[in-house]
C-alpha cells in the first residue's frame, strides 16, 4: 500500500529565505507526483506536476525535484514570501483498481511572516 | 487549464438530513472522478472512485450506504451524505481525471459541511 510523508509538518520562517519541503513515498511504481498548494478552507491549487520519467519541473520560484527510485521528492521555494504561507501537499498517482489514484501526504503548513 | 466547479460551497445541515454535494467538470467529460475527505490539519482521504455509467468503488472503512455517489454523465458527479450526523462535519472535495496521458487530476474548491 502506498504511503506518502511529508517532513516538516510545520515551518515558520521569515520573509526571503528559501525553503525545502521533502515528501517520500513507499512505492516506486507511481505515474506522476504533484504538488499542491492549500489555503485555510479552500480546495487545492496545482503548483507543479512530474512525470515519473521526469527529475525536476520549474515554475517561477518553485522547483520540484523527483527521485523515483529512491520514493523521494522536494519543493523548493526560492525567496519566500508572506503570501507564500499555505499547506503544501505532496501527491503520487498510481495505477490501481483499474484509475489513476492520488495518494495524498499529511501536507507540510509553512507561515511565512513579514 | 481544466475546471471543476463544486456546490455547494458551504452547508450547514440538522443531523438527520442527507445532502447532496455536486462536481462538475466545466471544460471537459470526466469519465472518472474522485471524492475526497478531509478533517482539520490533516490530509486528503480518498473515499470513493466515481466512474460514469458504473457503480462507485469505495476505499476500504467508507460506508457505501453512507455516501452515496452518483455519476450520471461525463461532466458530473455527485455526492450524497445521507442521515447526515455531526461527526460527518467534514471538507469535502472532488476532483477529476481528463483522462490524458499527463495523469493529472483536477479539484474542486470543495465543500464544507457542518451537521448540527
Known amino acids: 500500500k502506498q504511503e506518502v510523508t511529508q517532513i516538516p509538518a510545520a515551518l515558520s520562517v521569515p520573509e526571503g529565505e528559501n525553503l525545502v519541503l521533502n515528501c517520500s513515498f513507499t512505492d516506486s511504481a507511481i505515474y506522476n507526483l504533484q504538488w499542491f498548494r492549500q489555503d485555510p478552507g479552500k480546495g487545492l491549487t496545482s503548483l507543479l506536476l512530474?512525470?515519473?520519467?521526469?527529475r525536476e519541473q520549474t515554475s517561477g520560484r518553485l522547483n520540484a525535484s523527483l527521485d523515483k527510485s529512491s520514493g523521494r521528492s522536494t519543493l523548493y521555494i526560492a525567496a519566500s514570501q508572506p503570501g507564500d504561507s499555505a499547506t503544501y501537499l505532496c501527491a503520487v498517482v498510481g495505477f490501481s483498481g483499474g484509475y489513476n489514484k492520488l495518494i495524498f501526504g499529511a501536507g507540510t503548513r509553512l507561515a511565512v511572516h513579514p | 487549464g481544466a475546471v471543476v466547479s463544486q456546490h455547494p460551497s458551504r452547508v450547514i445541515c440538522k443531523s438527520g438530513t442527507s445532502v447532496k454535494i455536486e462536481c462538475r467538470s466545466l471544460?471537459?467529460?470526466?469519465?472518472?472522478m474522485f471524492w475526497y475527505r478531509q478533517f482539520p490539519k490533516q490530509s486528503l482521504m480518498l473515499m470513493a472512485t466515481?466512474?460514469?455509467?458504473?457503480?462507485?468503488?469505495?476505499e476500504q472503512g467508507v460506508e457505501k450506504d453512507k455516501f452515496l455517489i452518483n455519476h450520471a454523465s461525463l461532466t458530473l458527479s455527485t455526492l450524497t451524505v445521507t442521515s447526515a450526523h455531526p461527526e460527518d462535519s467534514s471538507f469535502y472535495i472532488c476532483?477529476?481525471?481528463?483522462?490524458?496521458?499527463?495523469?493529472?487530476?483536477?479539484f474542486g474548491e470543495g465543500s464544507r459541511l457542518t451537521v448540527l
Open positions: 512530474i512525470q515519473s520519467s521526469q
Open positions: 466515481s466512474n460514469e455509467g458504473s457503480k462507485a468503488t469505495y
Open positions: 471544460d471537459f467529460q470526466a469519465t472518472t
Open positions: 476532483s477529476a481525471d481528463r483522462g490524458r496521458l499527463s495523469g493529472e487530476l483536477f
